[in-house]
């Protein structure tokens, strides 16, 4: 029962969507510092000098928003007790067993979730997905946060407890 559990969105919003971002606003940042004084809106007007430091300080800010809120992203499958997690050059696979506790960010759209692990593992002691997007969801929390508690045996968010699954027999 293998079972993709992040977003189909998760390849564009990690390789695709940063550059895109950065490139352009990088470029209009470059733009605005050697064309100095020669860039003109419609009226004849130049923009204030101070625009070019505030272009460089939103392309700063973005870029480190960015690599945080997209580029770590990993796509996890669950696979009876394990998770798959890849960041498409490398797959590793996490017994359930490990995961030590799992949080979700509502406050940003795509509602990122966090799996942090007992031990260390490849990608270290914790990862990040995109989980599938959900329209009309706004604050409220993903479905799949519960999921994964309920399957490694952690407390959900309303309290509850399940036993943990059980390793396979050999």
Not at 24 to 35: D, Q, S
Not at 88 to 106: D, G, M, Q
Not at 119 to 148: A, K, Q
Request: charged fraction near 15%; proline fraction near 6%.
């Amino acid at each position: 029962m293998y079972r993709t559990l992040s977003s189909a969105q998760t390849f564009w919003m990690k390789f695709v969507f940063p550059v895109l971002w950065i490139g352009g606003f990088a470029v209009g940042t470059t733009a605005m510092f050697l064309a100095g004084e020669g860039l003109h809106d419609r009226g004849g007007q130049s923009p204030p000098s101070e625009m070019k430091w505030i272009f460089l300080l939103v392309t700063l800010a973005g870029s480190a928003f960015i690599y945080w809120a997209c580029v770590r992203l990993k796509r996890v499958s669950i696979d009876g007790s394990s998770l798959v997690i890849s960041n498409y050059l490398k797959e590793i696979v996490v017994p359930l067993r490990e995961l030590e506790s799992v949080s979700e960010n509502r406050w940003i759209n795509i509602h990122p979730v966090t799996l942090a692990f007992r031990r260390e593992t490849d990608f270290g002691r914790s990862v990040v997905f995109m989980p599938r997007m959900r329209w009309f969801s706004f604050l409220s929390s993903h479905p799949v946060v519960d999921e994964l508690c309920t399957a490694a045996g952690l407390a959900t968010r309303d309290g509850s407890h399940s036993p943990p699954t059980a390793p396979p027999h050999v």
